[in-house]
């Protein structure tokens, strides 16, 4: 039959694949420093010393251990799969992506490392490092959703794009994507496994700030199981209205400015609404890069 050879969507999309034939065919401008074939486009040896690290690396923090023991793994049987670096100019490189493999080579005394050699802009270097990081390394859940904010803010993907883009359900982004609504407190206790995607799927269905922390630290402090946290949230939800603090409910029109600022940023704003219409917004960060990354969407 003639659809029998019909070649198969790939999983990504125009995702990474896409990315990196462009890069190739793309070499004109500024963007084509070196014009080499045997440099760009091909896998090289290169000194450790002279690739860069990527400023756009998802990744917040790495294992101590799981690097020492890919350095001893490196140390017996090299780099399996070559690292990706773009070239700056002569003799200088940037990471895209693999930089535990990079930082398990040094730590295993290796002087070079190989690499595929790739041409890129800013945004496809972005866009390639997001997409390649969400696809292969252990990223937490914080660090996933973070990803997946920055290729919707600064590669310009909508959000119905984003699941065929990295190879996921749409159920599944969207997620992750709520994790960013939580508190800072309860996102800090996500990123270092104090509590499951589970548990803060549970604590998302609750609008209340103070119950979703209340229920957090009681989490921790007792180390409910999802299902048990699931049923707290269940019976706080079945309370007549009158035993729910109502202080804290947030106006319609006012919520609907902080679920967009919270979308926008990445992380839980407040905004608190007073009398006289005065009122304060409050963004948080969970580390000096997350405030940097803040800031930059600020332009400031």
Known sequence: MADSKKPKRKALGRGLGALLEDSNSGQRGEDRINSDVNVVGSINEIHVNDIETNPYQPRTEFDKEA??????????????????????????????SGERRLQASKLAGLENVPAYVRVADDQQMLEMALIENIQRENLNAIEIALSYQRLITDCNLKQEELGDRVGKKRTTVN????????????????????????????????????????????????????????????????????????????????????????????????????????GEIKIPYLSNDDLTRILEILEL
């Open 67 to 96: 690097l020492d023991e890919l350095a001893v793994s490196i140390k017996i049987q090299g780099i399996i799969q070559p690292i990706t670096v773009r070239k700056l100019g002569n003799n200088k490189y940037q990471l895209i």
């Open 175 to 278: 997620n992750y994507m709520r994790l960013l609504k939580l508190p800072p407190d309860i996102q800090a206790g996500i990123r270092d496994k104090k509590i499951s995607m589970g548990h803060a799927r549970a604590l998302i269905t609750i609008e209340n700030v103070d119950t979703q922390l209340s229920i957090y630290h009681k989490i921790i402090k007792e180390d409910l199981s999802v299902r048990k946290v699931e049923d707290l949230v269940r019976n706080w939800q079945d309370k007549p209205l009158k035993d729910k603090d109502k202080k804290t409910e947030v106006p319609y029109e006012i919520k609907q400015v902080q679920d967009k600022l919270s979308s926008h940023f990445g992380t839980r704003v407040q905004v608190k609404h007073g009398k006289n219409n005065k």
